[in-house]
């Protein structure tokens, strides 16, 4: 007895055939039969009631059937696990990466990456809207956010958080801003890419989940775009910290508000359910992992 006919016993059972099951192992139906009634002889079982219309297990064959069907999986699996592997480091992956990690980060770091396996080739998209990764034919996709698919997976790469700026010349024209309440009465500048909270900002602040209502005189869905409205002095922002961290090292941006916790999202990268990640995908997000955090300061 070995796992290959414990195999063609489950294919036997599943089918209800002998004829099916033969075609399907690539045998004949005697030389099946045969193999099937020496699995018996050696398990001094009957395993199969066979009359000439139908097939059924006897309860020694459904006792089997339960832990040879694991056996099959656990086989397979491990056939899997080294085609996995087998693939090679070949072909083209197809990614899509929001557009502020893509210009501060991920560009260079998948240049880099390709540079590194020449055999590879990247094809990038620049955009945030959460794409269909199956019905476009996507590889990898590099998210911020809660993953609503239950049919992908998400490896976290790292936390983004998030500020409250204005420039300094904003500030001098404008007055302070010491707590909430008082972002009512300045110009506050929505970002309009995410799910909600673009007009509700909301912070936490020992242990207390805080909001505010604000207005301004500008909008937008592209972070760069209130980034350059912020510098130029026109109101105050709520962005990912990733975005103006140089403009705030260098004092062009301010931090105001820093006794209130900013909101904190997770930055994945998501891809199709796959029992065995290809190998070239895992090195390829392990390199992403790491560019993040070789710029961990930034976020």
């Not at 501060?104 to 094809?123: R, T």
């Not at 008082?182 to 909001?211: M, P, V």
């Not at 990912?240 to 140089?246: A, N, Q």
Request: charged share 20%; aromatic share 8%.
């Amino acid at each position: 007895m070995n796992a290959t006919d414990l195999t063609l016993f489950v294919h036997v059972a599943d089918s209800g055939s002998f004829n099916k099951a033969a075609e399907l192992a690539g045998l004949s139906t005697p030389a099946l039969s045969k193999r099937i009634s020496k699995l018996e002889q050696d398990l001094g079982a009957q395993l199969i009631h066979r009359t000439t219309r139908r097939l059924s297990l006897t309860e020694a064959g459904e006792s089997l059937y339960v832990h040879a069907k694991n056996i099959e999986g656990q086989v397979s699996d491990a056939i899997a696990s080294v085609s996995a592997f087998s693939q090679g480091l070949t072909g083209t992956i197809k990614m899509s990466v929001p557009t502020i990690s893509g210009e501060l980060l991920l560009a260079e770091a998948i240049a880099e990456f390709c540079q590194k396996y020449p055999n590879i080739s990247v094809d990038m998209r620049l955009e945030n809207d959460f794409v269909d990764l199956v019905g476009e034919g996507l590889d990898l996709a590099i998210r911020t956010g809660k993953l609503e698919d239950s049919s992908l997976i998400a490896k976290p790469l790292i936390q983004s958080n998030w500020i409250v700026c204005c420039s300094p010349s904003y500030l001098e024209t404008q007055g302070e801003v010491n707590d909430l309440e008082a972002l009512k009465d300045h110009n506050c500048l929505a970002y309009t890419y995410q799910a909600q909270g673009s007009f509700d900002w909301r912070f936490t602040r020992n242990g207390i989940e805080e909001s505010v209502r604000i207005s301004g005189s500008f909008a937008t869905n592209n972070a760069q775009a209130l980034r350059k409205a912020a510098l130029a002095g026109f109101g105050i922002v709520y962005v990912p910290r990733c975005c103006v961290y140089e403009d705030l090292q260098q004092g062009k941006l301010v931090a105001i508000l820093t006794d209130y916790q900013p909101r904190r999202l997770g930055v994945y990268a998501i891809y199709p359910f796959t029992k065995y990640l290809p190998e070239k995908l895992r090195l390829l997000i392990e390199h992403i992992k790491q560019a993040y955090q070789n710029k961990k300061e930034y976020f």
